[in-house]
């Protein structure tokens, strides 16, 4: 692990390599909600928040800051927050957004998990369902 300066937030962690990658259509929704929302400054905590019984539970809120532990990296232009707790379970994850006829939101695939993560939502409002939870 490297220590980068970074001129948003000080004193973190900053990896070179992502340890959760977003796609591309993710990060572009996840800067329009940025946006939308006045965040300037802001990036995306993704977090392991239990297990219930439809396995993992996930999360993810925008974040500003680190925390003691945190690693801090970038994928498609975000930063990521993800603590080292989490790491242990989503270090190779992906975060997408999905679109269908009926519902649109972001889904985190997490190759350490027998099945995927859903996060069903629209852009206006916050999400929940399936087997993982986010919050806005």
Sequence with gaps: MNMQTNPVAT?????????????????????????????????????????????????????NTSESGDFVFESQGMRVYLDSSSAMYLEGATVDYIESETSAGFRIDNPNQASGCSCSSNESAGCGGGGCSCEH
């Design 11 to 63: 004193a973190e962690a900053v990896t070179l390599k992502p340890l959760v990658t977003l796609t591309p259509i993710a990060a572009q929704k996840l800067q329009g909600l940025i946006a939308d929302k006045n965040l300037t400054g802001y990036g995306l905590r993704v977090f392991v928040a239990g297990g219930g019984c439809s396995g993992m539970q996930y999360g993810m809120a925008f974040e």
